[in-house]
C-alpha cells in the first residue's frame, strides 16, 4: 500500500468508492432508505465536481494497492476530519489508520490541538480506539430520512 496526496484524477474512483462502501459496510448499522440519502446514485456527477473542490482544498490524502484507490480520507486546515473511507473489500488492514495518522501528523504541524469528526455508527468503535471521544450523539436529516451519527475529537498530543 502507498499513500499519497489527492490528485484530482483519483475522484471519480474515490466518489465510487464512497458509494459502494456505503452501500455495503455500513448497511449492517443503517436501513437501506438512509443509505440511499447518504449516497444517493443521482447525484454521483455532482459530488465528483463538489468532492474535486473540497478535497483539492483540504488536506487530502488517498491510498492505493497496485494503482487502485483502496481509501482516502481528509482534514480541514481548522482540524475537522472530513471524510474517512476504505474499500468495502480492503476493510480491517490497516488503511484507516494509516490515514488518520498522517492526517493528525499534519495537524500536529499546524498546530492544531485537537481534531473533529462526525462518525458513523459504523466507524465510531475504529475513532474510539485511535483516540476520539464522543462529544454527543447526533440526528442529521437528508430528504427527510434522520439518520444517526456521533461527532467525536481527539486531542492531540505534542
Do not use: C
Not at 449516497?39 to 454521483?44: D, L, M, P, R
Not at 475513532?127 to 442529521?140: A, L
Amino acid at each position: 500500500m502507498i499513500i499519497m496526496k489527492f490528485k484530482e484524477s483519483d475522484t471519480e474512483e474515490i466518489v465510487s468508492l464512497f458509494y459502494e462502501t456505503v452501500h455495503s459496510v455500513n448497511l449492517k448499522d443503517y436501513s437501506q432508505e438512509q443509505l440511499d440519502v447518504w449516497a444517493t446514485k443521482e447525484e454521483k456527477e455532482s459530488k465528483i465536481n463538489s468532492w474535486k473542490v473540497s478535497l483539492g482544498q483540504n488536506i487530502s490524502y488517498v491510498a492505493k494497492i497496485n494503482d487502485k484507490v483502496v481509501g482516502f480520507s481528509d482534514l480541514t486546515y481548522d482540524g475537522y476530519l472530513d471524510r474517512l473511507f476504505v474499500h468495502k473489500d480492503f476493510q480491517g488492514q490497516g488503511i484507516a489508520s494509516a490515514l488518520v495518522d498522517i492526517l493528525e501528523n499534519e495537524a500536529k504541524k499546524l498546530n492544531l490541538l485537537e481534531i473533529d469528526t462526525d462518525s458513523s455508527i459504523t466507524a465510531k468503535p475504529f475513532f474510539k480506539h485511535k483516540g476520539y471521544n464522543i462529544v454527543r450523539s447526533q440526528t442529521v436529516e437528508r430528504k427527510g430520512v434522520k439518520l444517526t451519527n456521533f461527532k467525536m475529537r481527539k486531542k492531540l498530543k505534542f
